[in-house]
């Protein structure tokens, strides 16, 4: 997945691209609306993500340059306007969707998601691999009639790991896609998620004689397993 960023605000935009590459997207960032433009019409993008507020063009008209170039890429507006107005505005240049500041990155990450999902036809907002599935829109998983609600990190590493079944993360990996940091061998963090993980999705008093499908594979990391 490739996103295109375009926002002036460097702290915004360090967020945003930290929080798009931990998961997997590709993100192409600019400051301004002209560079953000000519990115835009000459590179192909999953989505794009655009601040109202930009130097040299607003987001207003690279929305409006983006659709008369017949572009139908995705496009959320960011911006820290909450009146009607703006957001009518929005819809009426060709935006799909539309987020205020400040925003939860964990919910934009959800909204580009779905957009992308809808373009192409397929909405897969449920993520299911045999009997364990996962919500991407409320974070909640289910496992054997049980049911829990995620935190951020545990959504991301369970997605992560159900993203790619037989596959082996090592804990270096995993560090890296989901809390976005370099290893550290002096930390236990993986482990006790998936300890977490574990402990809300089964039921102590379960007979069923199936095991939770996250493996533990000793001294290298762990694996989804894979299910018939």
Request: glycine share 6%.
């Amino acid at each position: 997945m490739k996103i295109l960023l375009i926002e002036d605000d460097a702290q915004i935009a360090d967020l945003v691209v930290s929080a798009f590459e931990a998961i997997g997207f590709q993100t192409q960032h600019e400051k301004d609306g002209f560079r953000g433009l000519r990115t835009a019409l000459d590179h192909n993008f999953d989505a794009i993500l655009l601040d109202v507020a930009l130097p040299l063009m607003s987001g207003f008209q690279v929305l409006e340059e983006i659709r008369k170039n017949s572009l139908t890429t995705p496009v959320i507006m960011l911006t820290a306007s909450v009146a009607l107005p703006d957001r009518l505005k929005s819809f009426e240049f060709g935006a799909d969707d539309y987020l205020p500041k400040p925003f939860y990155v964990e919910e934009l990450i959800v909204r580009v998601k779905a957009l992308i999902n809808n373009k192409r036809g397929k909405v897969e907002m449920t993520l299911v691999q045999g009997n364990l599935s996962l919500d991407r829109f409320t974070r909640v998983a289910t496992w054997q009639g049980e049911k829990a609600t995620l935190t951020q990190r545990e959504y991301v590493l369970l997605e992560c790991l159900m993203m790619s079944p037989g596959q082996i993360f090592s804990r270096e990996q995993i560090l890296k896609q989901v809390w976005n940091v370099d290893f550290d061998p002096g930390t236990n963090v993986v482990d006790v998620s998936v300890q977490r993980l574990r402990k809300k999705l089964t039921h102590p008093e379960s007979e069923s004689g199936i095991t939770f499908p996250i493996e533990t594979i000793r001294g290298v990391g762990y694996r989804f397993k894979s299910q018939t």
